[in-house]
């Protein structure tokens, strides 16, 4: 993967984000990571993005996740948005890869809201 890819995903994810919600959204930092858990995926730090547009949009906005997911050569088993604690702000979204470790935190909630900071777009049980 080069920082070009990088650079085109992010700014091509942003201006389709802009259209659909119809406001400017700002996508201001993006980043691959590999946690020592054996985690890894994509963060997308975020700006002008609530809670409620990904009530309205969550079918639209997944689609765009999952074509940037496949760009980048993620294969996430989760997606979500990391919200501000006590706010409808979302700080980020988030394609994840769980190690066998992490994945149990994520099972065992339910509902979109596991915790009162995630909203969950997408996640793959495993049987």
């Known amino acids: 993967m080069i920082i070009s890819e990088i650079l085109k995903n992010r700014a091509g994810f942003e201006e389709k984000l802009r259209k659909m919600i119809g406001r400017p959204i700002l996508l201001i ?18 700006r002008g993005l609530e809670v409620d547009d990904l009530e309205v949009f969550e079918p639209q906005m997944l689609a765009l996740v999952k074509e ?10 989760v997606i979500f948005a990391r919200l501000v604690p006590g706010s409808s702000i979302v700080a980020s979204l988030n394609w994840r890869v769980l190690c066998s470790r992490c994945y149990p935190d994520f099972a065992r909630g339910e509902g979109k809201t596991p915790r009162p900071d995630l909203y969950l ?7």
Not at 39 to 45: D, K, V
Not at 121 to 127: A, D, G, I, P, V
């Open 68 to 77: 940037m997911a496949a760009n980048l050569e993620v294969k996430p088993s």
């Open 29 to 46: 930092e993006l980043d691959m990571f590999a946690l020592p858990c054996g985690c890894a995926g994509i963060t997308a730090n975020t």
């Open 121 to 127: 777009l997408q996640f793959e049980r495993r049987k």
